[in-house]
């Protein structure tokens, strides 16, 4: 028997709100959903997301930005989508990352002469509804490559086509998670085995998203 040879499987916004109404008893598995049945999930499923992309650890949501400094120029503008940073370093000509000080906004505001120039030690992260401003210390002499590992918004889901942005390995989680979400809207009752499952998956998969070891267990036959 071949193989699929595919380790990347996708999945629509659809495929997930789908799931989660037949976690929720509310359709039979050969029942299509209305237009407002599957936007009342979409916009359930963004708002899941968005407050996930803040609270948990989503590695591929981080990335390092770039900033050519100007020389006598020490504010610079960020990605608007960055939610928070790690660390941040200089790079030299010879490619060494020469790692800077992320400074509080207390610790920044008592720096004296900020328009003092120098070689960047020390940035300033100033997050802002619609933009995010990073400040060097000293005011950059010269031009220097500063970057910064940050994480940022994950991506819309702005109709119910869209892909997710998240792994194919979280697909599952995301129904069972979606469902408890909508069940109170649905007035369905959701079984108590599944909402367990579905506390046991979400834990799993942010597991996934931090150092540690690594543990194998069986694993529960899924319910629908």
């Known amino acids: 028997m071949a193989l699929s040879a595919t380790r990347d499987a996708t999945f629509t916004a659809q495929d997930i709100i789908e799931g989660a109404f037949s976690i929720c008893f509310r359709k039979a598995e050969n029942q299509s959903l209305s237009a407002t049945q599957l936007e009342r999930g979409r916009v359930k499923l963004q708002n899941m997301l968005r407050s996930w992309a803040a609270t948990q650890i989503f590695l ?19 990605d608007p989508r960055t939610l928070e940073t790690r ?25 004296p002469s900020k328009s003092a120039e120098g070689v960047p030690h020390s940035i300033f992260i100033d997050r802002k509804r619609t933009s995010v401003d990073a400040s060097l210390y000293p005011t950059p002499d010269g031009v220097y490559s500063i970057f910064v590992s940050s994480k940022r918004q994950i991506l819309d889901v702005a109709a119910v086509t869209d ?11 995301l129904e069972y998670q979606l469902a408890l979400r909508m069940a109170p809207d649905l007035k369905a009752k959701i079984a108590p085995e599944d909402r367990q499952f579905a506390m046991e998956l979400f834990h799993a998969m942010t597991g996934q998203d931090r150092g540690g070891s690594i543990y194998m267990r069986p694993s529960r036959r899924r319910r629908r």
């Not at 770039?66 to 120029?73: A, L, P, S």
């Not at 030299?92 to 505001?109: H, K």
């Not at 892909?163 to 979280?170: G, L, N, V």
Request: with cysteine; charged share 30%; proline share 5%.
């Open 60 to 78: 591929w949501l981080w990335e390092e930005q770039e900033i050519t400094t100007v020389d006598g120029t020490n504010s610079y503008t960020l």
């Open 87 to 111: 660390f941040a370093f200089r790079r030299t000509s010879g490619n060494d990352d020469i790692p800077i000080n992320l400074l509080e906004r207390q610790d920044y505001l008592r720096l």
């Open 163 to 173: 892909e997710t942005e998240m792994p194919p390995e979280w697909q599952e989680c």
